[in-house]
Nanobody
């Protein structure tokens, strides 16, 4: 499976961006699709994830109410709509996918995901 993320950029605080990540290759079993981010000098952290069916979503506390994850299974694409952006949202955003279901408590763990995209830079200026 190959993942191609896009949509990053430079935006002022309070602005919005929409990230997209398209999966290609063997995509029939992609159950979990998620986003992580990594700020300079910090570890990669969980942002959000979405399951295939039934659709459930999870968010990091730091983005709840501001970010919305969605997916289009026909297009093998996961989206992250980001609003009310803050400077602390700055970082490289990575999409990740996993074949097969995992328990809820594992959904935010980076090591639970099988494939990763190359990342897209999001910079929020104050």
């Amino acid at each position: 499976v190959q993942l191609q993320a896009s949509g990053g950029g430079l935006v002022q605080a309070g602005g919005s961006l929409r990230l997209s990540c398209v999966a290609s290759g063997r995509t029939s079993g992609l159950y979990h699709m998620g986003w992580f981010r990594q700020a300079p000098g910090k570890e990669r952290e969980f942002v959000s994830t979405i399951t295939r069916s039934p659709v459930t979503t999870r968010y990091a506390d730091s983005v709840k109410g501001r970010f919305t994850i969605s997916r289009d299974n026909a297009k093998n694409t996961v989206y992250l709509q980001m609003a009310s952006l803050k400077p602390e949202d700055t970082g490289v955003y990575y999409c990740a996918v996993r074949n097969g279901r995992i328990i809820t408590s594992f959904m935010s763990r980076a090591d639970a995901y099988d494939y990763w995209g190359q990342g897209t830079q999001v910079t929020v200026s104050s």
